[in-house]
């Protein structure tokens, strides 16, 4: 089942939303240049989210060194960074065509600026709710995958009865069909099962996780409650 377009006409043009695909898509193209030379791995491990080392580092901070902060404060600047690193070539398509079509949606109702804002606070938060759940996690979390589902909450409050155009794979069978908003907020979750296919190869026993349902449900709980309080105001 895939999404292809929505019921809902954009009255601006969804400049951020085309900019954040164009990075997105730009830093795995330069992922798989650095698969060719085996230095992937030391992209991911360095600016993936990797809650155990965070954790590990805060605790040396407050009852050990002082100095162990500026290490805290390195491994944080992965929250942002790790937003836009994608460890396969299914998680990267999955996400950016979500985006595509939720995105340019919930750009035009909420603007640029907080559009922008709504993606990077929520990816930030996912990342802080997942260091504090996930604390003993030892391999690196990766992916938009918080910021989108953050987007899919804010398009669900505004747009609880949309209908997005969608094709069903069905073998070599493409079936165009419209389908309800909300049952893309169960698929997405279900879809990202999916996501280690055609992962890259991250050298030197190094893996990924684009999985971190508790991280992706509070940045849906956010978007959704960032769309609400947009429309009191």
Same mark, same amino acid.
């Given at each position: 089942?895939?999404?292809?377009?929505?019921?809902?006409?954009?009255?601006?043009?969804?400049?951020?939303?085309?900019?954040?695909? +164009? %990075?997105?898509?730009?830093?795995?193209?330069? @992922?798989?240049? $650095?698969?060719?030379?085996?230095?992937?791995?030391? $992209?991911?491990?360095?600016? +993936?989210?990797?809650?155990?080392? *965070?954790? %590990?580092?805060?605790?040396?901070?407050?009852?050990?060194?002082?100095?162990? /902060?500026? %290490?805290?404060?390195?491994?944080?600047?992965?929250?942002?960074?790790?937003?836009?690193?994608?460890?396969?070539?299914?998680?990267?398509?999955?996400?950016?065509?979500? $985006?595509?079509?939720?995105?340019?949606? =919930?750009?035009?109702?909420? &603007?640029?600026? #907080?559009?922008?804002?709504?993606?990077?606070?929520? &990816?930030?938060?996912?990342? *802080? =709710?997942?260091?504090?759940?996930?604390?003993?996690?030892?391999?690196?979390?990766?992916?938009?995958?918080?910021?989108?589902?953050?987007?899919?909450?804010?398009?669900?409050?505004?747009?609880?009865? !949309?209908? *997005?155009?969608?094709?069903?794979?069905?073998?070599?069978?493409?079936?165009? =069909? @419209?389908?309800?908003?909300?049952?893309?907020?169960? /698929? /997405?979750? *279900? #879809?990202?099962?999916?996501?280690? %296919?055609?992962?890259?190869?991250?050298?030197?026993?190094?893996?990924?996780?684009?999985?971190?349902?508790?991280?992706?449900? !509070?940045?849906?709980?956010? &978007? !959704? !409650?960032?769309?609400?309080?947009?429309?009191?105001?």
């Amino acid at each position: 089942m895939i999404p292809i377009d929505d019921n809902i006409r954009s009255w601006q043009k969804p400049i951020i939303n085309y900019w954040l695909i +164009g %990075i997105n898509v730009v830093i795995f193209l330069w @992922e798989i240049k $650095l698969e060719w030379s085996n230095e992937l791995g030391n $992209l991911i491990n360095n600016w +993936g989210i990797i809650p155990s080392q *965070i954790n %590990i580092s805060i605790a040396n901070a407050f009852f050990y060194n002082s100095a162990a /902060w500026v %290490i805290v404060f390195w491994r944080l600047l992965s929250l942002p960074v790790s937003l836009f690193l994608h460890g396969s070539f299914s998680q990267i398509l999955g996400n950016m065509l979500f $985006l595509w079509v939720f995105g340019k949606t =919930v750009e035009s109702i909420l &603007g640029h600026k #907080q559009y922008l804002l709504l993606y990077l606070t929520a &990816g930030f938060f996912s990342g *802080i =709710v997942q260091i504090i759940l996930s604390s003993d996690l030892t391999i690196p979390i990766i992916g938009a995958n918080a910021a989108i589902a953050s987007i899919l909450g804010a398009y669900l409050i505004k747009f609880p009865q !949309a209908k *997005i155009y969608s094709v069903l794979t069905l073998l070599v069978l493409y079936i165009p =069909v @419209e389908v309800p908003a909300i049952l893309y907020l169960f /698929w /997405w979750f *279900i #879809q990202q099962s999916f996501y280690g %296919i055609g992962s890259l190869n991250m050298t030197g026993g190094s893996s990924f996780s684009s999985v971190s349902y508790w991280g992706q449900f !509070a940045a849906l709980v956010t &978007g !959704a !409650a960032f769309m609400k309080i947009r429309q009191r105001l």
